[in-house]
């Protein structure tokens, strides 16, 4: 379940950070129904041509619609102004039309991100069961090969003495154990390691000297017990 937590954190950090590369680069729904005209606007636009042809700039143009447009009669302005109710009615019926297309894609977008959710756990936890099993694999060689050990060792014959090392760290383990209830193996380990290194030279030689007396035994029994295989 460790994995699979992991798994899906990190389908889930990869995803926010595609999500934000995409709002840096989004850009305007060009689908997106445009905004109409208001009635002084398309009358503006309709002068806007024979202003420009007089030499009038931009300000000035604006200005002159301006007041022209302040200047008309409710009559005059009627006919822009239906115009842009019907405009107006149309952007109306294609902003429902859009909302309605939006809505269905982000219904669409939850649910392809639900299947998607789906996906990744399915994903993960082949991935678990694959761990599993390549764990149970290496576990039954081992044992495997132990077993063989086992049995094709002879009983008799002396085992090869452990290293300065390990002789230092067997000692320290029973002190470090009764000063620390309930250390696990791993710390353990690791502040053995640690006493190891911070020895000095001279009192590295003394688990140096044991290992070697221990290791000179050891080459005597062997020798020992090649002579007595040999005359069997």
Not at 193 to 203: A, D, F, N, T, Y
Request: proline share 3%.
């Amino acid at each position: 379940m460790e994995l699979l937590e992991q798994y899906l954190q990190f389908k889930q950090e990869a995803g926010q950070e595609e999500n934000k590369k995409n709002k840096t680069k989004k850009e305007k729904d060009p689908l997106k129904p445009k905004h109409p005209l208001s009635a002084f606007f398309l009358f503006s636009n309709e002068r806007r041509a024979a202003l420009l042809a007089e030499n009038k700039n931009v300000l000035e143009v604006a200005k002159i619609a301006g007041e022209e447009w302040k200047n008309m009669t409710e009559k005059q302005k009627r006919p822009y102004e239906e115009i842009a109710k019907k405009n107006k009615e149309k952007y109306t019926q294609e902003m429902e039309a859009y909302k309605q297309n939006k809505d269905e894609e982000a219904m669409n977008l939850k649910k392809e991100g639900e299947e998607l959710m789906k996906l990744q756990k399915q994903e993960a936890l082949q991935l678990l069961k694959k761990k599993e099993k390549t764990e149970n694999i290496i576990k039954k060689t081992k044992e495997q090969r132990q077993k063989k050990q086992q049995q094709n060792a002879d009983p008799n014959k002396p085992k090869k003495p452990a290293s300065s090392f390990l002789l230092f760290s067997k000692e320290t383990r029973k002190s470090l154990v009764h000063e620390h209830p309930g250390i696990n193996s791993s710390t353990l380990t690791a502040m053995i390691s640690v006493k190891w290194k911070e020895l000095i030279q001279e009192e590295k030689q003394i688990w140096n000297c044991k290992a070697a007396e221990a290791m000179e035994a050891y080459k005597k029994e062997l020798e020992e017990y090649h002579k007595s295989v040999a005359a069997t």
